[in-house]
């Protein structure tokens, strides 16, 4: 009886510590297993869904260039304001558009619109640009990056997952305009 007692309460001491190691595995195994499926979700999260409004077409007067702000969508929800991005919209002539990346084509710094002479400026290192984004002059080695556009109701979507990359010459990033049904 003494042994039986003995042999169950071993038993359970065993199937506690399975169960126990089991709990902490499965703890570690969650963000590991995120981590290896993070290519696959962020995927899924940048596909059809990545056309973002930047806001109505009445918030950008033809002839001007506007700052305008997104919400990244592969941020995760604990980033906060991180995830605002700014953007420069050109409002060409009120048919064409032009969104540009906040960033210099140098080494990133955010460049400011100068209306009184038409040129995007970088306080970094002096870079400059002309108003439909080619370079003007400075260390940059060619013009802003630009987004996808579209219109759809009214508001003017920009194609935010899809960033365009140093190796994109501006010829093939100029006028990504998508027409939309
Ligand atoms: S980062 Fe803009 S000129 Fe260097």
Redesign the pocket.
Known sequence: MIADNGMSRRTMLVKLGFLLNGIVGVFLAVPIVRYLLSPVIRERKTGFESWLSLGGLEQFPAGQTRLATYHNPVVNAWDGQTGDVACWVRNVDDQNFQVFAI???????P?RWFPQSNLFM??????AYYQDGSRAS???ERGLFQYAYKIANGALLIKAGEMPTPGQPVAETAGTRTTCA
């Open positions: 960033n210099c084509a140098h080494l990133g710094c460049v970088c306080p970094c290192h002096g870079g400075g260390p940059p």
